[in-house]
Nanobody
Framework: QVQLVESGGGLVQAGGSLRLSCAASGRTFSTETMGWFRQAPGKEREFVAAISWSGGKAYSADSVKGRFTISRDNAKNTVSLQRDSVKPEDTAVYYC???????????????????WGQGTQVTVSS
């Protein structure tokens, strides 16, 4: 089992920066691909970004490519998501995920992801 706890959400002004963190515990964190999803009000959960267990491969959704940066620190069992110049449309609940799958599979087969965090609310004010 892997337990995931997100932090860093809250109210952010448009144009500001956002940095979310996910702390993992349980079985070996460093062997899992880690990812971030988000769910805006009234919309389905969507993939944002994923990073391989080594940190060598990052994969982002086309809709957010170039706007979000994902990174991980296996020594600290954390994965982070950074976004500069946030916009109101970035308002959503952000979820951390972990799976023994390659990053593109995280994006395309969310039903196969076994571990999810509880989510952290991000609200961007205009």
């Amino acid at each position: 089992q892997v337990q995931l706890v997100e932090s860093g959400g809250g109210l952010v002004q448009a144009g500001g920066s956002l940095r979310l963190s996910c702390a993992a515990s349980g079985r070996t964190f460093s062997t899992e691909t880690m990812g971030w999803f988000r769910q805006a009000p009234g919309k389905e959960r969507e993939f944002v970004a994923a990073i391989s267990w080594s940190g060598g491969k990052a994969y982002s959704a086309d809709s957010v490519k170039g706007r979000f940066t994902i990174s991980r620190d296996n020594a600290k069992n954390t994965v982070s998501l950074q976004r500069d110049s946030v916009k109101p449309e970035d308002t959503a609940v952000y979820y951390c995920a972990a799976a023994p799958l390659p990053p593109p599979a995280i994006a395309n087969m969310p039903a196969k992801i076994p571990y999810w965090g509880q989510g952290t609310q991000v609200t961007v004010s205009s």
